[in-house]
């Protein structure tokens, strides 16, 4: 049986958190659809609570902790990632969207994501695909079709059982097929990756930068029609 890594990540500050409840229901179910395909699944957590305070020290200095860079790799290593946040004044969490600041816009191209969040009433249940969903596409990963929403009621209906159950098959699917690996593959050269960032290929030396790419021969003052 084949193995993929998978990063929960969640911005729940309760004990016990609703947030990170409906995150490893995700898991939980998307474990059992990997096993399916004969896929064995390690789950790795990122939870944000415990981080809070490096994260914030992380946005104001630019330096992050040890803790900080240890979540980053762990999403930049993992096949894909369970997203959960809670809804606050009609907004994802400020300590979510914080750590999602600190990564490199190239971290996450082409990673499949579950996209979850928790919240008082059913009035917010469109945080997801209107907040969340635009987020992750602006990092350019593939946040899947189903969303996860659950408000007080939710978790006493069968609904939620069956979009988390959509949500996971559809995750396992792409893990499966391993669609994420091949769109980056075929279009990392494409993207513009920020020189000694987390992501896997993302130029570490001088050795590593393309100098022959129209954009390196114009900042070296050359000309871009005469050169091609």
């Known amino acids: ?10 911005a729940g500050v309760s004990d016990p958190s609703s947030t990170r409840l409906l995150a490893d229901r995700a898991a939980q179910r998307t474990a059992d ?47 894909a990632i369970i997203a959960s946040t809670p809804v606050y004044k009609a907004g994802i969490s400020g300590l979510f969207k914080s750590f999602v600041d600190l990564l490199d816009n190239d971290l996450l191209i082409a990673k499949p ?6 919240g008082g009433s059913d009035r917010h249940a469109t945080v ?14 593939i946040p899947m079709p189903t969303s996860l929403y659950a408000a007080p009621d939710d978790w006493s209906s069968p609904d939620l059982g ?16 391993e669609t994420g690996p091949q769109i980056a593959e075929q279009n990392w050269g494409r993207h513009r990756h920020e020189f000694g960032g987390n992501a896997g290929g993302a130029p570490q030396s001088i050795s590593d930068v393309d100098f022959s790419t129209d954009l390196m021969r114009l900042a070296a003052g050359g000309d871009r029609t005469q050169e091609t």
Do not use: C, H, K
Not at 1 to 10: G, P, Q, R
Not at 62 to 73: F, I, N, Q
Not at 113 to 118: E, M, Y
Not at 162 to 177: C, K, P, S, Y
């Open 1 to 10: 049986m084949s193995e993929v890594t998978i990063a929960v990540l969640t």
């Open 33 to 79: 659809a990997l096993s399916a395909y004969d896929l064995r699944a390690t789950f790795r957590s990122i939870d944000l609570s415990t981080i809070a305070v490096d994260v914030a020290q992380a946005l104001v200095s630019g330096m992050p902790s040890r803790p900080v860079t240890a979540a980053v790799e762990t999403l930049a290593d993992t096949d």
């Open 113 to 118: 994501v579950i996209l979850a969040a928790t």
């Open 128 to 141: 997801v695909d209107e907040q969340l969903r635009p987020l992750f596409a602006f990092l350019r990963a």
């Open 162 to 177: 069956d979009r988390i159950a959509r949500a996971a098959g559809e995750l396992a699917i792409f893990v499966r097929n």
